[in-house]
């Protein structure tokens, strides 16, 4: 299906952003009406429009996309409804610690591929079109708001119950 290099790339990246963008969700409704469910409604609407974004730059390089790998994204993010709502450990506290880590974990693989799509920008037209130091940026703004979020949540789930 894919021919070039930056076709698998894009595609590869959509998959994680589609597991990512479901995650933010996830982690939000499951603390809706908490400071955590009020970040991570920031958040989610910010990771949705990076993976809007990606969309459009594959459309404008006539990429498409890869039914395996959204279909792999989909399945994954399911999985992980089980596994991060605590259900596997019956620590629910555990599952959000894990989610979040998961998502900022993501969050880095997308920086990198804004900062993978910079340095050839001047190759391929349709880069010129995407404010890439902008996309960034703001992926870097994620990445600090999901460490402190997974900080909070590390202590909350790992610290001692009988202290």
């Known amino acids: 299906m894919a021919d070039r290099p930056i076709d698998v790339y894009l595609n590869d990246h959509l998959g994680g952003a589609m597991l990512g963008s479901d995650l933010a969700e996830q982690i939000r409704d499951q603390h809706e009406g908490t400071p955590l ?80 799509l910079r340095e050839v920008r001047n190759e391929h037209d349709a880069l010129a079109t995407v404010d890439l130091d902008l996309l960034i940026e703001r992926a870097g703004a994620q990445e600090e708001t999901l460490e402190l979020e997974r900080i909070a949540a590390a202590v909350k789930a790992l610290g001692r119950s009988d202290a």
């Not at 596997?88 to 880590?101: C, F, K, N, R, V």
């Open 37 to 116: 469910g009020e970040t991570m409604s920031r958040v989610a609407e910010e990771i949705e429009e990076d993976r809007e974004t990606l969309l459009g730059l594959m459309d404008e390089l006539g990429i498409e996309r890869n039914p395996v790998k959204q279909v792999t994204g989909w399945l994954a993010e399911k999985a992980s409804r089980v596994k991060f709502s605590g259900a596997t450990s019956g620590e629910p506290d555990q599952g959000t610690l894990m989610a979040i880590e998961s998502l900022r974990l993501g969050v880095a693989g997308k920086k990198c591929l804004w900062l993978a």
